[in-house]
T-cell receptor, first 117, second 114 residues
């Protein structure tokens, strides 16, 4: 079946602009995660959804970052007033996560490379 | 605190050599899960293996093998008879059953030369 898909694959924007990054999880996966990967680093957790609700958003760096998953499937990561330091690859992952089980394998999408000029 | 350390930043080998990628982790959880992911130049993280903290059996899958030792908090990955297609960045990751978050190491860049 299809894997996790992310659009766009690349996004170049100017400092101060607003961007939206989209993630389409594997069909049937109830849990969805966003990670950020800076150059030469491992991915870092941003936010986790179980169904439609954000179960853990402790990794969001500040209030310029926000994510939604209104129908429990596709998710959008939104970044307001972008800064050069936001430049990174944003990775989305999904897992077949039964409620109260947090141990399922996460499968990753190809990522969106965000460049803020 | 939870932490994953991959001390080897870059490794370069010649094709057909065996290579071991080291991973050391820290956690206070009694139940946890360890993973290895491969990130080829295309950028997508590819899942390779998952081990549960209560299962210390080593595993072999083709040319890949994994050595999990709780006593030393290590989960090392060995590629036997390496091939050029193995060239990638490899990440070790720890997942807590309490949080569901993956904690990644810094990654090891493996270059296999023909």
């Amino acid at each position: 079946g299809a894997g996790v898909s992310q659009t766009p694959s690349n996004k170049v924007t100017e400092k101060g602009k607003y961007v939206e990054l989209r993630c389409d999880p594997i069909s049937g996966h109830t849990a969805l995660y966003w990670y950020r990967q800076s150059l030469g680093q491992g991915p870092e957790f941003l936010i986790y959804f179980q169904g439609t609700g954000a179960a853990d958003d402790s990794g969001l760096p500040n209030d310029r970052f926000f994510a939604v998953r209104p129908e429990g499937s596709v998710s959008t990561l939104k970044i307001q007033r972008t800064e050069r330091g936001d430049s990174a690859v944003y990775l989305c992952a999904s897992s077949l996560q039964a409620p109260r089980t947090l141990s399922d394998t996460q499968y990753f999408g190809p990522g969106t490379r965000l460049t803020v000029l | 605190a939870q932490k994953v350390t991959q001390a080897q930043t870059e490794i370069s080998v010649v094709e057909k050599e065996d290579v071991t990628l080291d991973c050391v982790y820290e956690t206070r959880d009694t139940t946890y899960y360890l993973f290895w992911y491969k990130q080829p130049p295309s950028g997508e993280l590819v899942f390779l293996i998952r081990r549960n903290s209560f299962d210390e059996q080593n595993e072999i899958s083709g040319r890949y093998s994994w050595n999990f030792q709780k006593s030393t908090s290590s989960f090392n990955f060995t590629i036997t008879a390496s091939q050029v297609v193995d060239s990638a960045v490899y990440f070790c990751a720890l997942l807590s059953s309490n949080t569901g978050k993956l904690i990644f190491g810094q990654g090891t860049t493996l270059q296999v030369k023909p």
